[in-house]
């Protein structure tokens, strides 16, 4: 893998961004009828009382419209997965099919083991597929390493091979992880998404991925905003010496430390201030500093399921 301006370039020939989109869940529990309208119904209460769409009910009516915006400031990567429910067609519907974009989606346990779904890999992938309206989907991942999970694994590699995907990989690896597939004689991943951000910073998987020539992605990325993090001495020095929010310091942090992040907003100028991270460089020092604001902070700890009534997701 090589890090060449604002892309990077996987030893099989595959281009990606230096930077994703991602929509999160869209329309949760759909299949669930009696939960799907009590959430909505409360999301919606909630909207009214304050006056103001929130953050969840603002994805499920105009992922549409976000994913347009997107693509329209300069993101040419999207992040999904089968658990995000309407995710896939939202992203089919709007950007997959433009040629100069990437796709990457996931396959979980979850996907495999419940009733309403294929109980293989390659078939979860053919309705990601036609989710998509696409014929191969550019990056393909093992969503947790829960259950059957190098089985799975396996079925992923094996997609690849049959031109299913063009980079294949796995989420929320821990080098022990990445260990036991070494140990079972299977390929490394080409990619692994992970949260990663300064205040959990995986110093020790990253090294392992730059050892083994490991594509990083950062999930949460930001450390969603955080005053946390946007508050501490380190930050605030740098946003002023370098007249950046906190948000583009962590990303520039991100690609200077060759990790592609994973964002999510819904704000179009929030979208371009995410892109705008190239007129400064951090030192050698800003970068050891911001390293130093690591405390195993975990924000999405979920233990290898996100929600388990996503069960219900179409």
Known sequence: ?????????????????????????????????KLFLKVNLRETLSSVKHLKLNRELKGNLFCKKYLRQAYDVGFRMFDSGRIYSCSEKYIGSTVAKRKDTVVET????????????????????????????????????????????LNYYAQIIGQYKAGKCKAYGACNMQVSHLKQIEEAGLELPMIVQTELHPLNSKRELRDYCNEHNILLEAHTP???????????????KLTSKYNKTPVQITLRWHYQNGVIPVVSTFSKDHMSENLNIFDFELTNEDMAEIESLNKYHVLLDSNGIDDPNYIYND
């Open 1 to 33: 893998m090589k890090q060449l301006g604002k892309t990077y370039v996987l030893d099989n020939g595959l281009t990606l961004p230096w930077i994703a989109f991602g929509t999160g869940v869209v329309w949760k529990y759909i299949r669930n009828k």
């Open 106 to 149: 996931k396959c979980s346990a979850m996907d495999i083991t419940r009733s309403c779904s294929p109980n293989t890999v390659g078939e979860n992938l053919e309705i990601s597929l036609a989710n998509l309206g696409v014929d191969s989907v550019d990056v393909y991942l093992l969503h947790w390493p829960e259950g059957d999970w």
């Open 222 to 236: 930001t450390a969603r905003g955080s005053k946390e993090l946007a508050d501490t001495d380190i930050m605030k």
